[in-house]
């Protein structure tokens, strides 16, 4: 080997060692580094086991709260239901025009509103003849709100407090039992003929 290139393997040689001691202390400080970002995400990684824990927490929570309203929600249809199957029937329904209901069907005949309203007919029919269906409701409705006898005043308290209704409702069905008497006893034409 001649000089230059024992001094070459020298050279190669010192810039070997030096490489390889240079790659030595990059992996040192690489691994020093991977090692502090290690600890980063170990605290990473705690903080969100944390927060998963106080979710999950919170789930539990929530989730029995849910079922705290879903209970008192079950109880209080419950207890609505149990109102509206207290409270009376209506005995007129509220579509045009007036008809009585099976509830009013029944306050009828507890009433003998029929036979009452034929009578009371006859003597009102003359004085609603020509009337529109409407002015013959009127005339009804007058005729039971100020108009009726201490007797059937009793029939209409005493089928009242049966039926568990307020008078008023048993008023309601005299006044349809009494404008279709007098429509009956007229001939009226109805509004759908005019």
């Avoid at 090692?35 to 086991?49: H, L, T, Y």
Wanted: charged share 25%.
């Amino acid at each position: 080997m001649d000089t230059a290139g024992i001094i070459g393997t020298v050279i190669g040689g010192v810039i070997g060692g030096l490489a390889v001691i240079g790659a030595a202390f990059k992996i040192g400080s690489w691994h020093a580094h991977v090692n502090a970002d290690r600890s980063f995400f170990r605290e990473f990684m705690q903080e969100i086991g944390s927060w998963y824990a106080e979710v999950n927490a919170d789930r539990v929570v929530f989730r029995g709260f849910m079922q705290d309203i879903r209970d008192d929600m079950r109880e209080l249809r419950g207890d609505i239901k149990a109102i509206l199957m207290r409270l009376p029937s209506a005995p007129v329904s509220t579509e045009s025009p007036l008809r009585l209901t099976d509830f009013g069907d029944k306050l009828s005949a507890h009433m003998e509103a029929e036979s009452w309203a034929a009578e009371i007919a006859v003597d009102l029919a003359p004085n609603v003849q020509g009337y529109e269906d409407y002015q013959v409701d009127q005339v009804a409705r007058d005729y039971v709100s100020g108009q009726l006898s201490a007797e059937m005043g009793i029939r209409v308290d005493r089928c009242a407090y049966e039926f568990g209704i307020e008078r008023e409702g048993a008023l309601s069905v005299l006044r349809v039992v009494l404008r279709d008497a007098l429509f009956a006893a007229t001939v009226q034409p109805t509004a759908s003929a005019t």
